[in-house]
């Protein structure tokens, strides 16, 4: 019994190390193994020619993963595993087998059995039936008009006998009665003493708002004055940041590690060949000039010729390098992980302030 469970706990070890072998070389692969890219761009002026025509070839661990993008006129995208196709565009159409066709052309022949049928109403009958119809809807709608104007009539001679004239009279007299004691009181015009008391009242309203102005007007010069100190002494608090010790360090890692990252990116091959023309031969020949005084940049791989009796643009472009996740992923870490950039980033939210 001893002996199976030893067995079982064999089995079960190789496994879990087997699964971990695999997860610690694919870490390893997405980390070391550098992404290849190529990129080709070529150019040419005729009939029938396109614009532009770009290549661009990615390919990771031995092509077991590539993708190749196409622009010549119209895009075109393939990506790859092995051998096998994941994802295209633009997508090829199926072709049809010939149970596809069969059942095509059975529907084909049941659409042309259906046109043949004969109808099974003549035009003459359709017509009359729908004169038919047409005349009772007619007669109903006549019938439900005659009904509607009965039972208004109705109604409006109920609402006469139930309202009596006395009430009409009495409503109108009130209403006659409030008329004239409003017009009563507008008559009545205010008295030089009440006009004399109401002088301070309007005195104290005045000095109110001239007072309540003035107060406006402090507050808002007291605050822009409180925010221009605000201003000012953030300004010299990252002025003070900016200068000292914990920014310079912190600046000229970040400027070590982008510089590293840059240097990953730089292509390892980069050729081209150009001709440029335009219709001014002096243009052209600066152009030239300016090739030429870059020349210890570009290197011998770099040809641009000059064509002075017409406009024209061609010639082909080649660039070929690689880049690895590594690099990108030490960069974070040791931007992440350094003690001067937390103090940095402390100050500048003012943490140790």
Excluded at 12 to 22: A, E, H, K, P, R
Excluded at 117 to 124: A, H, L, N, T, V
Excluded at 131 to 158: I, L, M, N, V
Aim: a positive charge; charged letters at 30%.
């Amino acid at each position: 019994m001893l002996h199976i469970l030893l067995l079982v706990l064999k089995i079960i070890g190789i496994v879990l190390l087997g699964i971990l072998g695999m997860l610690i070389l694919g870490t390893a692969c997405a980390l070391f193994v550098p992404v290849r890219y190529q990129i080709e761009a070529v150019r040419k002026e005729g009939k029938g020619e396109p614009p532009v025509a770009i290549t661009v070839k990615i390919t990771w661990l031995l092509h077991f993963m590539n993708v190749l993008v196409r622009f010549s006129g119209s895009l075109s995208v393939r990506a790859r595993l092995m051998v096998f196709t994941v994802f295209r565009l633009p997508k090829r159409e199926k072709r049809c087998g010939a149970g596809q066709d069969d059942a095509e052309n059975r529907k084909t022949r049941k659409r042309q059995k259906k046109e043949k049928q004969p109808k099974s109403r003549e035009p003459g009958e359709q017509g009359r039936e729908n004169r038919k119809t047409e005349g009772t809807k007619t007669e109903e709608t006549r019938a439900e008009r005659r009904k509607t104007e009965e039972t208004g009539a109705e109604e409006a001679k109920a609402d006469k006998e139930t309202i009596p004239g006395d009430a009409v009279r009495g409503e109108t007299e009130d209403a006659q009665a409030a008329d004239g004691e409003k017009s009563a009181d507008l008559d009545k015009k205010p008295t030089w003493m009440d006009k004399l008391r109401a002088i301070p009242e309007i005195i104290r309203s005045i000095f109110a708002k001239i007072k309540g102005f003035f107060e406006n007007i402090q507050y808002t010069i007291q605050n822009i004055c409180d925010k221009i100190r605000s201003v000012s002494d953030t300004i010299e608090y990252y002025r003070e940041v900016i200068a000292g010790e914990t920014f310079q360090r912190s600046f000229a890692l970040c400027k070590g590690e982008l510089l590293t990252i840059a240097r990953s990116l730089k292509p390892k091959r980069f050729e081209a060949a150009l001709v440029v023309g335009t219709d001014d031969p002096a243009l052209t020949g600066e152009i030239l000039a300016v090739c030429g005084m870059l020349y210890p940049i570009l290197g011998p791989k770099v040809n641009v010729a000059g064509d002075f009796e017409k406009k024209r643009l061609e010639g082909r472009v080649f660039v070929k390098g690689k880049l690895r996740l590594f690099t990108f992923i030490r960069a974070a870490v040791r931007i992440y992980f350094n003690k001067e950039i937390r103090k940095l980033y402390g100050l500048l939210k003012k943490e140790a302030v």
